[in-house]
């Protein structure tokens, strides 16, 4: 590796050899993959006392440059979080190879037999923030799909994603696979953020996860292509036909169970006719979870609730904060939500299967659920065993990035001396 000092010589390098590694990935069988997971997933394992003590390291720093709770939620690892990442990685390890995949054949009069056939991307460059488990899961996903993975995190998980990145590593020389097929940007410097969005040689797409600001720096200056999401601003309706249990149930979990993550619910929309009822109960519940419930008109004249402001709508607080607004019935509350929504994932709590049809068919977002917590916004629950991210655009990759989506396709042909007239 060239002088760290000198960022673009370093940057070109990896590049180099990320495209060297993609093309023997591109070919690579389904068992050596799945052994390089499997075998990276026991490092992580039996180095776990190692990584912790680097993500020690972190949460200091953390601490030190004033992190959110939100944040340093997001940063910290302990022996079950090790768990869900060891589960993740076995998990991706046990997917269906979708390298070679045939998604479509057919036969032509001419005599010609097409296949149309899935095929790595080739090189991904995912930029991240915050989260060490975000470098096992996009390294094990653009593995999986026969790419390779030039991965440059966060400052504040700088130690973690290092010690995380070595069982990766390691996985890969068990399998006799190519050490460079997943790489860590060895430097905090964010000139590499930006060598990296204009490497058009060696990179095919970008994958970034984080806020607003580092998703809005991607999409304003990258010459490569982007799969991406902006906020996770999630919206649940509470429609009039709602069950009053399963809206309690769902509301305190979809808010509460973790604040930091993009499918925590950050915008509640209440029927008018069932906010004396079903929706006071609500936030008066959701106030006792120690949640600070910022309302319109209606809602602020309840105790204890703030007057919202207009910044409120369509605001990623990631924090123990929801706005709340009652609405007048599901036009409204379309309405608000393509106003003030993100796209990334919304939902409607009803027992009436025409307003939750109508919802599903007309919100236009990534993710579209019914009676169910937005917390399940995740490639994991949805049977994917990890997500790259929740992508957000229409182009390619759409909703929970798994192995699946970080595929092109190309055509075979077949004939038999067959020409053309």
């Given at each position: 590796?060239?002088?760290?000092?000198?960022?673009?010589?370093?940057?070109?390098?990896?590049?180099?050899?990320?495209?060297?590694?993609?093309?023997?990935?591109?070919?690579?069988?389904?068992?050596?993959?799945?052994?390089?997971?499997?075998?990276?997933?026991?490092?992580?394992?039996?180095?776990?006392?190692?990584?912790?003590?680097a993500?020690?390291?972190?949460?200091?720093?953390?601490?030190?440059?004033?992190?959110?709770?939100?944040?340093?939620d997001?940063?910290?690892?302990?022996?079950?979080?090790?768990?869900?990442?060891?589960?993740?990685?076995?998990?991706?390890?046990?997917?269906?190879?979708?390298?070679?995949?045939?998604?479509?054949?057919?036969?032509?009069?001419?005599?010609?037999?097409?296949?149309?056939?899935?095929?790595?991307?080739?090189?991904?460059?995912?930029?991240?923030?915050?989260?060490?488990?975000?470098?096992?899961?996009?390294?094990?996903?653009?593995?999986k799909?026969?790419?390779?993975?030039?991965?440059?995190?966060?400052?504040?998980?700088?130690?973690?994603?290092?010690?995380?990145?070595?069982?990766?590593?390691?996985?890969?020389?068990?399998?006799?696979?190519?050490?460079?097929a997943?790489?860590?940007?060895?430097?905090?410097?964010?000139?590499a953020?930006?060598?990296?969005?204009?490497?058009?040689?060696?990179?095919?797409?970008?994958?970034?996860?984080?806020?607003?600001?580092?998703?809005?720096?991607?999409?304003?200056?990258?010459?490569?292509?982007?799969?991406?999401?902006?906020?996770?601003?999630?919206?649940?309706?509470?429609?009039?036909?709602?069950?009053?249990?399963?809206?309690?149930?769902?509301?305190?979990?979809?808010?509460?169970?973790?604040?930091?993550?993009?499918?925590?619910?950050?915008?509640?929309?209440?029927?008018?006719?069932?906010?004396?009822?079903?929706?006071?109960?609500?936030?008066?519940?959701?106030?006792?979870?120690?949640?600070?419930?910022?309302?319109?008109?209606?809602?602020?004249?309840?105790?204890?609730?703030?007057k919202?402001?207009?910044?409120?709508w369509?605001?990623?607080?990631?924090?123990?904060i929801?706005?709340?607004?009652?609405?007048?019935?599901?036009?409204?509350?379309?309405?608000?939500?393509?106003?003030?929504?993100?796209?990334?994932?919304?939902?409607?709590?009803?027992?009436?299967?025409?307003?939750?049809?109508?919802?599903?068919?007309?919100?236009?977002?990534?993710?579209?659920?019914?009676?169910?917590?937005?917390?399940?916004?995740?490639?994991?629950?949805?049977?994917?065993?990890?997500?790259?991210?929740?992508?957000?655009?229409?182009?390619?990759?759409?909703?929970?990035?798994?192995?699946?989506?970080?595929?092109?396709?190309?055509?075979?042909?077949?004939?038999?001396?067959?020409?053309?007239?």
């Amino acid at each position: 590796m060239k002088d760290m000092d000198n960022v673009p010589a370093m940057m070109v390098e990896i590049g180099q050899r990320a495209k060297a590694a993609a093309a023997t990935l591109g070919f690579a069988s389904a068992e050596r993959k799945h052994a390089a997971l499997i075998s990276a997933a026991e490092h992580i394992w039996t180095q776990r006392a190692a990584i912790l003590e680097a993500n020690e390291k972190d949460i200091i720093y953390g601490r030190e440059k004033g992190l959110s709770d939100a944040m340093m939620d997001r940063l910290l690892l302990n022996e079950e979080r090790l768990r869900g990442i060891i589960n993740s990685l076995r998990s991706v390890a046990e997917q269906a190879d979708p390298v070679g995949e045939v998604i479509a054949a057919w036969d032509q009069p001419t005599g010609l037999h097409i296949e149309r056939v899935r095929t790595p991307l080739g090189v991904i460059g995912v930029i991240y923030e915050s989260r060490p488990n975000v470098t096992v899961d996009a390294g094990a996903l653009c593995l999986k799909a026969g790419n390779a993975v030039i991965l440059r995190g966060g400052s504040e998980s700088f130690h973690s994603s290092n010690a995380l990145h070595a069982c990766l590593v390691q996985g890969l020389r068990d399998a006799n696979l190519p050490e460079a097929a997943i790489q860590l940007v060895p430097t905090r410097d964010r000139a590499a953020v930006s060598e990296m969005l204009t490497m058009v040689d060696t990179i095919d797409v970008i994958v970034p996860r984080g806020g607003k600001g580092l998703v809005g720096l991607v999409q304003r200056e990258a010459r490569v292509p982007v799969f991406a999401h902006l906020e996770g601003i999630v919206h649940i309706y509470i429609d009039a036909a709602a069950d009053a249990e399963k809206a309690l149930k769902v509301v305190l979990n979809a808010k509460t169970r973790r604040t930091g993550i993009c499918g925590a619910a950050e915008c509640l929309l209440i029927h008018k006719d069932v906010m004396s009822t079903i929706g006071m109960d609500v936030i008066k519940e959701l106030m006792r979870a120690g949640v600070e419930v910022r309302g319109d008109a209606a809602i602020s004249a309840i105790a204890g609730v703030r007057k919202a402001t207009p910044q409120d709508w369509g605001h990623e607080y990631l924090d123990m904060i929801v706005a709340a607004r009652v609405v007048d019935d599901i036009d409204t509350a379309l309405a608000h939500i393509r106003t003030h929504g993100s796209n990334h994932t919304d939902c409607i709590l009803t027992e009436d299967a025409g307003a939750a049809r109508r919802f599903m068919t007309e919100l236009d977002s990534a993710i579209v659920m019914h009676n169910a917590s937005t917390q399940f916004a995740d490639g994991g629950e949805f049977g994917m065993g990890a997500e790259i991210g929740i992508a957000t655009g229409k182009m390619h990759a759409r909703g929970p990035v798994g192995a699946a989506q970080l595929t092109s396709f190309k055509y075979l042909v077949t004939g038999d001396g067959t020409i053309r007239a």
